[in-house]
């Protein structure tokens, strides 16, 4: 490898984890300009799990260079879902604080739990786990905004106070640290899910800007809310700003 091909890759990595959000958008420009698809499926296999039987499917994408995991409960025709009217869909973002080390600020892996457990029982749906923290900032900027909103004191974790004596939330610790709230595109998993040959879906969340995403993008969608009750007073902040700021579909009397 050349020495300038080599810099140029690292100046990539460094802009990736600082403005992941700028790369996708012009990697996703330069893909569309060149005619390649955005994504590649890397593999598919049958697998069991405590959900039950699933196939579990990766796809590598372009725009990021990154990998994203789908579970499918239900059967396939070729390589598209079998019957893919409506299914329960589930577009969730890696949130590695919540998954790996069950941090509890966050509703993120109740959520996930959740959407599988539904899906089992439906026996057909797609979670579409994509590769992209802390709203589409990055890793980076969730680790700071998550800095910027607690505190190690006396052996425990807190949120820190602002300026009027309110409880921070990681809202704060985005817009404090210079990032959006949201910066996530959704365009990826109607890719996933056209890809899948399925167009419409019952799509499990709260969040508008998940429903316009993928309603943007041509899939059909019937929201269908998730309501995960906080099991703490650092989540349950998190849980009303997003309502109260965010505009997601939470009910705040569920939160009181
Ligand atoms: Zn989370």
Not at 41 to 46: I, K
Not at 71 to 82: I, P, R, S, T, W
Not at 218 to 233: A, F, S
Not at 241 to 250: E, F, R, S, V, W
Request: aromatic residues 8%; hydrophobic residues 30%.
């Amino acid at each position: 490898m050349e020495k300038d091909e080599f810099l140029s890759i690292l100046k990539y990595l460094d802009k990736n984890w600082d403005k992941p959000w700028e790369v996708e958008d012009e990697m996703v420009k330069l893909l569309n300009k060149s005619g390649k698809p955005r994504l590649i499926e890397l593999g598919r296999t049958p697998l069991p799990t405590e959900y039950g039987p699933i196939t579990y499917i990766v796809f590598g994408d372009y725009a990021t260079g990154k990998e994203h995991d789908v579970a499918v409960f239900g059967e396939f025709e070729g390589k598209k879902l079998k019957s893919p009217d409506y299914p329960l869909v589930r577009v969730h973002s890696s949130c590695r604080s919540s998954e790996l080390f069950r941090a509890s600020n966050c509703e993120c892996r109740q959520e996930l739990d959740f959407a599988l457990k539904q899906m089992s029982k439906d026996k057909k749906g797609l979670l579409i786990y994509l590769n992209q923290e802390g709203g589409g900032n990055g890793i980076k900027a969730k680790i700071a905004a998550y800095s910027n909103t607690f505190e190690l004191k006396s052996g425990n974790v807190t949120a820190r106070k602002n300026r009027k004596g309110d409880v921070s939330s990681v809202y704060d610790g985005f817009r404090n640290t210079g990032y959006k709230n949201e910066n996530r595109d959704f365009g990826v998993a109607a890719d996933i899910l056209k890809t899948l040959g399925v167009y419409s879906a019952r799509l499990m969340t709260n969040n508008p800007n998940k429903i316009e995403g993928l309603a943007s993008n041509g899939i059909k969608v019937k929201p269908l809310g998730i309501h995960i009750k906080p099991t703490n007073e650092i989540m349950r902040e998190h849980l009303l700003t997003k309502a109260k700021k965010l505009g997601h579909d939470i009910r705040t009397e569920n939160l009181e």
